[in-house]
């Protein structure tokens, strides 16, 4: 029985040091890592997780990076299949603000958000901009509230689809406005935008990264953006802020983070976000993000610890806001 015990220690130990060799030469020559984006290729997520990939493979001793598209099902299916993948470090998730909504959009999620990954960092910050279809009436903001006002029950307003980035900025306009309106949902932001640019719709609330160009060529109205402080990019550096406007605390921006399957070994998430890190300050990732209208993150999020608590703080702030419209994936 002591000859038994003696060999599985043994064991166990060889197979400790198997696993922490492994660990320090992550990633392995000639093993690919996949990034799993829960979302259409061509979209603004798989494009940032294209341009993440491109700056992290050089990080990591040219490794071969690939991107998984697995959309579909407001990316529960995609982030459902991260969390399902082998732990080895192999398999990361990139993701954006719906790690933080769909524990309240969907009510029966086979996975936990906060309990089934590890946090490897939070990417960058995408601003909204509100837009408006081409005839519409109102010229600015303030016209804006006041066609809403004198439309109620007409006026529509465009979305990607339940659960995206569009949908809860609409929520959140219409909150702060305390008007109703017609959501109207599309499968995708282009044939959102396609229909506002053909005077379909309305209204719409989306991300600088699919409407920064038709506001450039004036395809689109412009009215504002959603952050706190008035933007850089040239299209957009003369909107106002919707806060300055009137909209009180109207903060929302369209996050991306770096997660991992639980279990996956401290020191191949530690390399990651090294890798992750570095790539933040990579001149051409940067370049191309703020041609996107992004701007890449640069406070404590960027850490493990500090992107997990900031999407548990997230998860509150719009589960009051899903809770309160009463609208569920479910």
Request: charged share 20%; net charge positive; with cysteine.
């Amino acid at each position: 029985m002591k000859t038994f015990f003696k060999i599985a220690t043994v064991a166990l130990a060889a197979a400790a040091a198997v696993s922490s060799h492994a660990d320090s030469n992550y990633p392995v020559a000639g093993k690919t890592i996949t990034i799993i984006v829960p979302f259409t290729a061509g979209g603004p997520t798989d494009k940032v997780a294209r341009d993440l990939a491109e700056s992290m493979r050089k990080q990591l001793g040219n490794a071969t990076i690939v991107i998984d598209n697995a959309d579909g099902a407001g990316s529960t299916i995609g982030i459902g299949k991260a969390a399902r993948a082998k732990n080895d470090g192999y398999t990361l998730l990139l993701t954006h603000i719906a790690m933080s909504t769909i524990p309240t959009l969907y009510r029966k999620l086979p996975f936990n958000v906060l309990n089934d990954f590890e946090y490897a960092g939070i990417i960058n910050d995408v601003p909204m901009t509100l837009i408006g279809r081409p005839t519409l009436p109102a010229k600015n903001f303030a016209e804006v509230k006041d066609w809403v006002g004198k439309n109620q029950g007409k006026v529509n307003l465009a979305n990607a689809g339940v659960g995206s980035a569009s949908h809860l900025c609409g929520l959140m306009f219409q909150s702060a406005l305390q008007q109703d309106m017609t959501p109207v949902p599309y499968k995708g932001a282009a044939p959102a935008i396609a229909d506002l640019m053909g005077n379909q719709v309305d209204l719409l609330c989306d991300q600088t990264t699919n409407t920064t160009s038709q506001i450039a060529a004036k395809k689109v109205q412009a009215y504002g953006v959603t952050t706190t402080k008035q933007l850089t990019t040239p299209a957009l550096k003369d909107l106002p802020t919707l806060q300055s406007l009137g909209l009180k605390d109207f903060n929302v921006t369209i996050w991306h983070g770096l997660y991992a399957p639980k279990g996956t070994p401290a020191e191949v998430v530690k390399k990651v976000n090294e890798a992750m890190k570095t790539s933040l300050k990579d001149p051409e990732f940067i370049k191309r993000q703020e041609a996107l209208g992004a701007v890449i993150a640069s406070d404590d999020r960027i850490n493990p610890a500090g992107h997990k608590k900031f999407v548990e703080s997230e998860i509150a702030k719009w589960g009051k806001v899903i809770k309160a419209a009463g609208i569920y994936a479910d």
